[in-house]
């Protein structure tokens, strides 16, 4: 079956950096998405990856390992608007999207 | 509009009785999903459609229709809803399903079967 496996909840503190993990098995493979969403409203896009290696996108980098199964979201010097919960989403071969169930980060000050 | 529009923003329903969540995307997207959130799993999609007149099952199509018209609506009916159907209901849009295109979400539906 499928399957996309992070963390259910992580704490971290503002100024920080925190490292949210992703490991997937699916019938192949056409990408990882991360997206976020705050408590009460919709996901929001904000990365993506096809081929290995680093993506970054200002405080937001996004990694992949094809091989390995495996993806990381790292936020730096995290503020109190990071407070939200991330998923990670892999595009099968169908071209549709296998969701994880999220991650909840909380920011404390 | 900009973007998607989902209505009614959340609804409590009675067992049995029938049910419609809207949808409007303005961007000229083709394709449209519409997808559950339930606490503790990964959103799970009902039903997609790759282009207007077409559609297709997702992973959990049971108790669920929908129907594509024209470009910027794509309603899904419950026909006769029951308690586990109660959730949040999202509906997506992209360019294209035929490629890695970024999904965009609407702003959801919180539906109560009582």
């Known amino acids: 079956g499928q399957n996309i496996d992070q963390p259910t909840e992580m704490t971290a503190t503002e100024g920080a950096i925190v490292q949210i993990n992703c490991t997937y098995q699916?019938?192949?493979?056409?990408?990882l998405f991360w997206y976020q969403q705050h408590a009460g409203e919709a996901p929001t896009f904000l990365s993506y990856?096809?081929l290995d290696g680093l993506e970054e996108k200002g405080r937001f980098s996004s990694f992949l390992s094809r091989s390995k199964g495996y993806s990381y979201l790292l936020l730096k010097e995290l503020q109190m608007k990071d407070s939200a919960s991330y998923l990670c989403?892999?595009?099968?071969?169908?071209?549709?999207?296998?969701w994880g169930a999220g991650t909840k980060l909380i920011i404390k000050p | 509009i900009a973007g998607i529009t989902q209505a009614p923003t959340s609804q409590i329903l009675a067992a049995g009785r029938r049910m419609t969540l809207r949808c409007t995307q303005d961007?000229?997207?083709?394709?449209m999903y519409w997808y559950r959130q339930d606490l503790g799993l990964g959103l799970r999609l009902i039903h997609y459609?790759?282009?207007?007149?077409?559609?297709g099952k997702g992973e959990v199509p049971d108790g669920y229709s929908v129907s594509r018209a024209n470009t910027d609506d794509f309603p899904l009916t419950l026909a006769s809803a029951v308690p586990s159907q109660t959730s949040v209901y999202f509906c997506?849009?992209?360019?294209?399903?035929?490629?890695?295109?970024?999904?965009?979400f609407g702003p959801g539906t919180r539906l109560t079967v009582l």
């Open positions: 989403a892999v595009m099968d071969s169908n071209y549709q999207l296998i």
């Open positions: 961007m000229r997207h083709n394709a």
């Open positions: 990856n096809v």
């Open positions: 459609s790759n282009t207007a007149g077409t559609t």
């Open positions: 699916t019938s192949g493979f056409n990408g």
């Open positions: 997506a849009s992209s360019y294209s399903d035929t490629s890695t295109d970024t999904q965009y």
